[in-house]
């Protein structure tokens, strides 16, 4: 596993030119520089069969990758991010949202539904990190926060899956907001007798690792995700210190408390399936 | 909603005289016309400035202009004491009310010894350690926010940054007591949501209140921090913009030229500015005003439909 190509993470930004650099080496493996077509990664769930590096997972995929098929219904697809602010930086946030839809095929960077796995009802929050980096603004909180009504109305657990660079400075304080809208969600979830399965993918960092992602009962990582609140590039401006080679990443945060457990990915359907069994009422 | 929305929605309904309503309206119309225009890129860019102000009066130069017999509690109870962000008791006039606030320090050994205002996740666990203390006693948490951010460093990940910060939220929205937390200078980001999720959120006329620094927008956006001024006035960390997209619940006046012109008559607003906050949440059942509390978060943002 390269712990160098891993963490080489914009944090909060998605930059043209990185997205299309991205795109032509997408399947060429950073951690044994193994080349793989897409029927192959789909077949491994997009985990190289040569170093067990963790490719990155559209949100679309994700789903397919753990629910029961057929049974995923989405909700709340409609919503939309609106511009408060104006936001114009080299060029205006409206234009960032349009060309990401384009890109992805998606409304914003949560996907959110009810779902079965293992035929256990839940509701899924999963994240898309190439919907402008992951980064959560008023849609993201709002689908986050309607999924947590979602499941404590149906009496089931949420599972969130989580990709993000952190809030999205385009919609400024508004997007810091997201955060205590998020774990106020939560409050109202836990208070209602439902559980919230957290699930932290490469990379889940800034705001979104400062709310919600941490408040799992239960918090569970895939192998070299990097999890943390202030990105490496930004530490070691700031702080001149010389990072650990594992700074930030799941293995690390394992060590240190902060996680119930690293599964790799094609254990993580039937750890799901466990635990939604486990916070079930029988 | 948006601050005029609200006032709008509110102005346009049928009101029974003496209603709670009319107080809310009554309050927004006051907050509203204090606001009189935008503030422009220069407006905006002159509170940053004295947000930042060497001089600018921090968490314990109100504290003692506040508070009486004001005593300081130490330690997270688990591995540290974070001297960047300070707890304590106090007296609000005659009740006893719990203080957390960051703490920037004056000069280069007190900064040092801050670590700038900058808190390690053990600063979030003091704090979360008097938030309970207070629920406890039932006496008011009151918060003050003046933080660059907090710390990105090694050791803060590797002792739970992100996780902590969350927790401090979520201790914070749980809360029985009257929240009131005050921004007073810099509200840098996650660092300062961690203490700043209260029933009525109070913004100095001249602090800031910001998702990212503007040099750090300015860095990822325009790939040059010395464009902080541009990101600025595109993210309007300034009290009117964030009491416009109904952030913060009411901005506090400042003396002529900024809070470090007269820290006396700045503490003297800034408490009346709290003793009006408790006010209106005196009376409310703790469930409802719980309850209240996180439905104003939840419904913070701007959305749009397909």
Known sequence: ?282 | MRLRERLSKLGGMKLLRGTKLSGELERLQDQLDRLRSEPTAEEIWRSVELARHQDRPYTLDYVERIFGEFFELHGDRGRADDPALVTGLGKLDDNTVVLVGHQKGRDLKERTKRNFGMAYPEGYRKAMRAMALADRHGFPLITMIDTPGAYPGVAAEQHGQGGAIARSQAAMARLSVPTIACVIGEGGSGGAVAVAVADRVLMQEHSIYSVISPEGCAAILWRDAAEARKAAAAFKPDAAHCLELGVIDAIVAEPEGGAHMDADAAAALLKQGILTALEELDGLDPAERRRQRRAKYRAMGVLASA
């Open chain 1, 1 to 282: 596993m390269s712990g160098q190509g891993r963490v080489d993470v914009e944090v909060e930004s998605k930059r043209p030119d990185e997205s299309s650099r991205g795109k032509a080496h997408a399947n060429t493996c950073p951690g044994c520089g193994s080349h793989y077509r897409d029927e192959e990664l789909a077949q491994t769930l997009r985990v190289c069969p040569q170093c067990a590096h963790h490719f990155p997972v559209t949100a679309r995929d994700r789903v397919d990758q753990l629910v029961d098929p057929g049974s995923f219904v989405e909700e709340d697809s409609e919503l939309r991010s609106a511009d408060p602010l104006g936001f114009f930086d080299l060029r205006p946030y409206t234009e960032r949202l349009a060309e990401a839809e384009v890109a992805t095929g998606l409304g914003d960077a949560v996907v959110c539904g009810a779902a079965a796995i293992e035929d256990e009802g839940c509701r899924l929050a999963v994240m898309d990190f190439a919907f402008m980096g992951g980064s959560m603004g008023s849609v993201v909180g709002e689908k986050f926060a309607r999924a947590c009504e979602s499941a404590a109305a149906a009496g089931v657990p949420l599972v969130s899956v989580a990709a993000s660079g952190g809030a999205r400075m385009q919609e400024g304080i508004l997007a810091l907001m997201q955060l205590p809208k998020t774990v106020c969600a939560i409050e109202e979830l836990h208070e209602s007798g439902s559980a919230l399965l957290s699930v932290l993918t490469h990379p889940t960092t800034g705001g979104v690792l400062a709310s919600y992602a941490s408040l799992g009962d239960v918090v569970l990582a895939e192998p070299g995700a990097l999890m943390s609140f202030a990105g490496p590039r930004v530490v070691a401006q700031t702080t001149r210190e010389k990072l650990p080679d594992d700074f930030g990443l799941a293995e690390s945060n394992y060590r240190f408390g902060h996680l119930d457990a690293i599964v790799p990915r094609g254990e993580l359907r039937p750890t799901l399936a466990r635990l939604l069994r486990l916070f079930g009422k029988a």
